[in-house]
């Protein structure tokens, strides 16, 4: 069964960054594209940010796009997301999973909240 535990978030200034960090249980990690979500209050979960189960190919929310950096480590397990020139429009709990649909179970994301 694969698991995710979200880490990294936290209050920023606007203009400020974060790194976001997922890592994932499961042998089966390495041959899934994975993304980043984002949910913020009252609205439905997006996807920001995807890469390529070898990642080399992102693919990134118009929203983003010039800002978000998402990169994976297959021998960690992990997917990163690294978010730069934060504004009031990100903040909102951040997940990752796969990108394709069904996603495994959902992990308890990690808050992003811009501080202005």
């Known amino acids: 069964q694969v698991q995710f535990v979200e880490s990294g978030g936290g209050l920023v200034q606007p203009g400020g960054s974060l790194r976001l960090s997922c890592a994932v249980s499961?042998?089966?990690?390495?041959?899934?594209?994975m993304g980043w979500y984002r949910q913020a209050p009252g609205k439905q979960r997006e996807l920001v940010a995807r890469i390529s189960s070898g990642g080399g190919t992102t693919n990134y929310a118009d929203s983003v796009k010039g800002r978000f950096t998402i990169s994976r480590d297959n021998a960690k397990k992990t997917v990163y997301l690294q978010m730069n020139s934060l504004n009031s429009e990100d903040t909102a709990v951040y997940y990752c999973?796969?990108?394709?649909?069904?996603?495994?179970?959902w992990g308890q994301g990690t808050q992003v909240t811009d501080s202005s």
């Open positions: 499961g042998s089966i990690f390495s041959i899934y594209a």
């Open positions: 999973n796969k990108d394709s649909f069904p996603q495994w179970t």
